[in-house]
């Protein structure tokens, strides 16, 4: 993940950054796509996919978190 990898204090840590980097990445790439459709079937396929993977990247994060902050709490 190159430089990313400096902000995980462990490899646990690193791995969570460099998936939650990419995740929003994609989630960004999903939006921008929006417009550049040609018809609006097309443009509300894409926001579809966009929101369906919004909340697919926050459940699933939220998840990540809670299992985190478990850990630390421990």
């Known amino acids: 993940m190159g ?3 400096l902000l995980g204090s ?3 840590e690193s791995a ?3 998936n ?3 995740g929003w990445a ?5 939006f921008v796509h929006i417009p550049k459709e ?3 079937e097309a443009k509300e ?3 579809h996919m966009y929101k369906a993977f919004a909340a697919e990247l926050i459940n699933y994060y939220e998840k990540q978190l809670s ?5 630390i709490n421990r």
């Open 10 to 12: 462990n490899e646990r």
């Open 20 to 22: 939650f980097s990419e």
């Open 38 to 40: 040609k018809t609006e």
């Open 16 to 18: 969570l950054i460099g």
């Open 26 to 30: 994609t989630l960004i790439d999903y």
């Open 45 to 47: 396929a894409a926001r």
């Open 3 to 5: 430089n990313l990898d």
């Open 67 to 71: 299992k985190e902050l478990a850990d």
